[in-house]
């Protein structure tokens, strides 16, 4: 199963990012550290005000510098956002002003959280296989597992069964051609 998912999981991940809606146009950002062979890296989150993942990125450093990395990426693959929520790290504000975005930043302790919890299955995975062994594998990780989740997302809302049933056989519709399509190329 490992050796397919690193075969084939960035190429379906790619294809299910592609065939996706536009996500909200606000975003919440958040960065937590993953030791990875006793040095610390930063596994840095943008998810909409969904929880829908937008987009991961593993990096050495947490200052303006990968900041500004994570949001070139997300501009370049979402377009301009109307808020952008933080928490208190001073490296998103001068990323932003480095970049020159006239957005609504709105900074605080706890308005991250959605970001937060997106945390929780990279946390479970590392235990599971006794922690990641490299940057590139973590990355690898995460950038499939947000775009899945993300198809699969819509099945697990408080809603009448008869709606689940429709969304999950939509969500299956669409892994199945994400998934032929790499069979077919």
């Not at 397919?4 to 909200?24: E, M, P, Q």
């Not at 002003?97 to 946390?123: C, F, I, M, W």
Request: proline residues 1%; contains cysteine.
């Amino acid at each position: 199963m490992r050796r397919w998912s690193v075969t084939f999981g960035l190429a379906i991940a790619k294809r299910i990012r592609n065939t996706t809606l536009s996500l909200d146009d606000k975003w919440h950002l958040d960065e937590v550290v993953v030791t990875i062979n006793d040095k610390k890296r930063w596994l840095w989150r943008a998810v909409d005000r969904h929880g829908a993942a937008l987009d991961v990125l593993v990096q050495s450093r947490r200052d303006k510098a990968a900041a500004k990395r994570l949001m070139r990426k997300l501009l370049k693959r979402h377009g301009r956002p109307r808020v952008i929520v933080t928490d208190k790290l001073r490296s998103y504000a001068a990323a932003n002003d480095e970049l020159g975005l006239k957005v609504e930043h709105r900074q605080h302790k706890g308005l991250s959280n959605l970001a937060e919890n997106r945390y929780q299955p990279t946390r479970v995975r590392g235990k599971v296989m006794r922690r990641f062994k490299s940057a590139r594998q973590l990355q690898r990780f995460a950038s499939v597992h947000g775009q899945v989740s993300n198809l699969f997302m819509g099945c697990r809302y408080h809603r009448e069964a008869s709606c689940r049933r429709q969304t999950y056989t939509q969500a299956i519709l669409a892994w199945v051609r994400a998934s032929c399509a790499r069979w077919a190329a």
